[in-house]
Structure formats: C-alpha cells, structure tokens
C-alpha cells in the first residue's frame, strides 16, 4: 500500500473552502440518534480547520435511501447537533450541488460550516457518477475525506470527486488505516484475536486473513456455536448458521497449517428464553430447549489467560447477547480485562464494529482501548486484507 496523501500542516487555509466527507450515519431508532459516537469523533478535526479560518463544507450519507429523497433520512437534525458541538455557525443545504450551493459555500465566513443534505438521496451517489462528483467537487477548493467508514465504497463523494479536486486523507482515516495496516503487518506478537458476531459466513474472509497473522484466535457470541456443534455437542434451540460444516473444517484446518491456536467457548450461559432465567451449563450438560446466550466462567478464564499472553490484541464481535444485563458478562469481563492490560501492561489493543462499539460504551471502557474503530464493513474488509476503493484514490506514489 502506497503513503497516503496528507494536507501539509503549513499551508494557509484562511477562506479556503474544504470539502470534509464524513460519516454521520449515525444509528437512529424512531428518529432519534441513538449513538454520537462518530458525531463525537469527527469533532477534533472540523474545530482544527475552523480554527485555521477554512470554511467547511460536510458531505455524509445517513441510511440507505437508495437515491430518493426520505425526510425519514435527513441530515437537517444533525446541524444543531454539530452547532452545540463545535460552538461555530452550522448552516445547511438541501442542495448538494449547483449555483445556489455553491453560491452558498462562499458566502459563509471563515470558521463557519455548511452541511449538505444526505448525499444517498441523489442516484448519482452510489452510481459513481462522474459529472455528479464533478459539479459536487465545484462546492470546495480541496477535498478531505475524513470517513474511513465509508472508504470500502465506490461512491461520488468518496472516490469519483478525488478525480476533479486537490484531494487528501483527513488525519482520522489515516490513523485508522495505519493501525489496522499495523495490526496485520507490524503487530508486537503473540497477537491475538476474539472474534465474534452472529453468522460465521460473514467473518470468514476476516477469519481465513487473520489465521495467517495471528497467534490465536478466540471464537465467541453466536458463531461459536457452528463450532460446538461440530464438535458434536447438542446447541439446542441457539442460533446457527447451517450448512457450514465444510466452512469450519477448513478454519480448523488452515488453524492448524499456520500454527495459530483455535479457541472456542467451553462453558455457556443458556436460558430457556430471553426473558428466563440464565444457567452456567458446560457443553455436554446443554439440552434441546437451552439457547446459548453467553460465555461460561472457565472460558472467561481461558480468554483471560490469552490477554496476559499477548502483546496486540484485537476485538470484533460481543461475546454474548450484551443487550440484556445478564447475558453481557462475557463482553463486560473481557472489555475490563483489555482495558485492564492497556493500561498496565502495555498491550495494545484494538477494538472495531458497531455491535462491539456499542459494548464497550456500555461497559464505560471506551478510553480503556489503544484504538476503537468506529467502523463496520470497511474495518473488517481492512483486516480481510482488501483494497479499499476510497483509500486506493488518496495514494500517493511519492
Ligand atoms: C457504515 O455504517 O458502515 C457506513 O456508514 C457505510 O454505510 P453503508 O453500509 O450503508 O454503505
Ligand atoms: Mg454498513
């Protein structure tokens, strides 16, 4: 992978107009915001170029509208949002492109900010289109893409703009690359991961690049139980992924040709439902109508052990049904310990995925890790090993 083109620190952006694309597709339940998190993170960065006296012009998606308009999906709320924030003048657009946008973007004053409407409810968007990213690159004087999360699409205001205006990597996503690039290539060994989430063919190209760079690898949440069933214990009423028996005989397989330790749970928490009580059971004690809601207190054990082993650690993927108190103490003892070790005993720890995000803030360990990626699909097909279209265009081969 070549460097990544950065804004040079010494240039004088007093009334220049960035183009910042940042991902504030924020979850959202009944039209409220659920989590700020990637609100919250993008802060340091406007305030650092509004303090340069830029004018800043944020593009984002929010959803998936598929190239309508959907009031459902605006991005007008976010502007007040953004003001209490950053204690600067947040006008908003619902224009993306043309004169009036344009006309916009400089009358604003210097340290203020405009933010387009959801770039995803025009098609042209996701279609990559050329004279759409054209005319939208018409809106700044540089463009900075600040949205690692959205990096692994091929869209308008992530790769196509980078072809019609100066463009650059925005310090967050290159440290976001770097850590996960770090991760794969440079770790300090033994590295480790735990790995979790609900369906195993979803990790699988994950799984099969991390077997090859790591020491270990810890299955947990639903997905270890693909594994327990394999080895012939009873599941009973858990959620599985079927007909992946050949998929998991290859993991094991490729586990054992690199020399990379395979892990999965040895006791559980079940329940009868969600709502009923949670029981410590080992393997051979589950029956038909357990479902498998959590990991036992041998395996937090055992993963213990493994963190004390390792020098980088990285984590995707609850160990349980976290939502509910009583089957969260999986992630909460395994968020502790990282955090724990960080702090005492340099480990360095990275941590990504909504769900997993979600956890730790719940856990209140959200500065217990070395790094959090507040990134999905584009943080897991970093650790795939793939080449993410947004980044590949903010290369530079000097
Ligand atoms: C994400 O939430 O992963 C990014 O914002 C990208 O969104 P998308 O999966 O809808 O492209
Ligand atoms: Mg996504």
């Given at each position: 992978?070549?460097?990544?083109?950065?804004l040079?620190?010494?240039?004088?952006?007093?009334?220049?107009?960035?183009?910042?694309?940042?991902?504030l597709?924020?979850?959202?339940?009944?039209g409220?915001?659920?989590?700020?998190?990637?609100?919250?993170?993008?802060?340091?960065?406007?305030?650092?170029?509004?303090?340069?006296?830029?004018?800043?012009?944020?593009?984002?998606?929010?959803?998936?509208?598929?190239?309508?308009?959907d009031?459902?999906?605006?991005?007008?709320?976010?502007?007040?949002?953004?003001?209490?924030?950053?204690?600067?003048?947040v006008?908003?657009?619902?224009?993306?492109?043309?004169?009036?946008?344009?006309e916009?973007?400089?009358?604003?004053?210097?340290?203020?900010?405009?933010?387009?409407?959801?770039?995803?409810?025009?098609?042209?968007?996701?279609?990559?289109?050329?004279?759409?990213?054209?005319?939208?690159s018409?809106?700044?004087?540089?463009?900075?893409?600040?949205?690692?999360?959205?990096?692994?699409?091929?869209h308008?205001?992530?790769?196509?703009?980078?072809?019609?205006?100066?463009?650059?990597?925005?310090?967050l996503?290159?440290e976001?690359?770097?850590?996960?690039?770090?991760?794969?290539?440079?770790?300090?060994?033994?590295?480790?991961?735990?790995?979790?989430?609900?369906?195993?063919?979803?990790?699988?190209?994950?799984?099969?690049?991390?077997?090859?760079?790591?020491?270990?690898?810890?299955?947990?949440?639903?997905?270890?139980?693909?594994?327990?069933?394999y080895?012939?214990?009873?599941?009973?009423?858990?959620?599985?992924e079927k007909?992946?028996?050949?998929?998991?005989?290859?993991?094991?397989?490729?586990?054992?040709?690199?020399?990379?330790k395979?892990?999965?749970?040895?006791?559980?928490?079940?329940?009868?439902?969600?709502?009923?009580?949670?029981?410590?059971?080992?393997?051979?004690?589950i029956?038909?109508?357990?479902?498998?809601?959590?990991?036992?207190?041998?395996?937090?054990?055992?993963?213990?052990?493994?963190?004390?082993e390792?020098?980088?650690i990285?984590?995707?993927?609850?160990?349980g049904?976290?939502?509910?108190?009583?089957?969260?103490?999986?992630?909460?003892?395994?968020?502790?310990?990282?955090?724990?070790?960080?702090?005492?005993?340099?480990?360095?720890?990275?941590?990504?995925?909504?769900d997993?995000?979600?956890?730790?803030?719940?856990?209140?360990?959200?500065?217990?890790?070395?790094?959090?990626s507040?990134?999905?699909?584009?943080?897991?097909?970093?650790?795939e090993?793939?080449?993410?279209?947004?980044?590949?265009?903010?290369?530079?081969?000097?």
């Amino acid at each position: 992978m070549g460097k990544l083109k950065a804004l040079d620190e010494k240039l004088n952006l007093t009334n220049k107009r960035i183009i910042l694309r940042v991902d504030l597709n924020v979850p959202m339940q009944e039209g409220k915001i659920t989590d700020k998190s990637r609100i919250n993170k993008v802060i340091p960065t406007i305030k650092e170029l509004t303090n340069k006296k830029a004018k800043i012009i944020l593009i984002s998606h929010l959803g998936r509208p598929g190239g309508k308009i959907d009031e459902r999906l605006s991005l007008r709320p976010i502007t007040s949002i953004l003001e209490n924030l950053l204690n600067s003048k947040v006008h908003f657009s619902i224009e993306n492109c043309g004169s009036t946008v344009i006309e916009k973007s400089k009358k604003i004053k210097s340290g203020e900010i405009l933010l387009l409407e959801n770039i995803r409810f025009n098609k042209e968007e996701e279609a990559n289109e050329e004279n759409f990213a054209k005319e939208l690159s018409k809106v700044g004087d540089i463009y900075v893409n600040e949205a690692f999360s959205c990096s692994h699409r091929a869209h308008a205001s992530v790769c196509e703009i980078t072809k019609h205006i100066d463009s650059y990597a925005g310090k967050l996503l290159s440290e976001e690359v770097n850590m996960i690039n770090m991760l794969t290539n440079k770790a300090k060994k033994p590295v480790s991961c735990i790995i979790g989430g609900s369906k195993i063919s979803t990790k699988i190209g994950v799984l099969t690049n991390l077997i090859k760079k790591m020491q270990t690898i810890v299955i947990v949440g639903a997905m270890a139980n693909n594994f327990i069933k394999y080895k012939g214990h009873n599941i009973g009423k858990s959620l599985f992924e079927k007909d992946q028996e050949n998929l998991l005989k290859n993991i094991i397989k490729k586990c054992e040709t690199n020399n990379c330790k395979l892990i999965i749970p040895e006791d559980v928490i079940v329940a009868k439902s969600y709502e009923s009580e949670s029981k410590l059971k080992s393997l051979n004690k589950i029956d038909d109508t357990d479902l498998i809601l959590d990991i036992g207190k041998d395996t937090v054990r055992k993963i213990y052990n493994i963190i004390n082993e390792s020098k980088t650690i990285l984590w995707n993927g609850p160990a349980g049904y976290f939502e509910l108190e009583k089957f969260s103490i999986g992630s909460n003892k395994i968020a502790k310990k990282i955090t724990e070790n960080t702090k005492n005993k340099s480990l360095i720890s990275i941590a990504g995925g909504g769900d997993t995000v979600a956890a730790i803030n719940k856990f209140g360990c959200s500065n217990g890790f070395t790094y959090i990626s507040t990134a999905g699909g584009a943080f897991l097909e970093l650790l795939e090993g793939k080449i993410l279209p947004g980044i590949k265009v903010l290369e530079t081969n000097e």
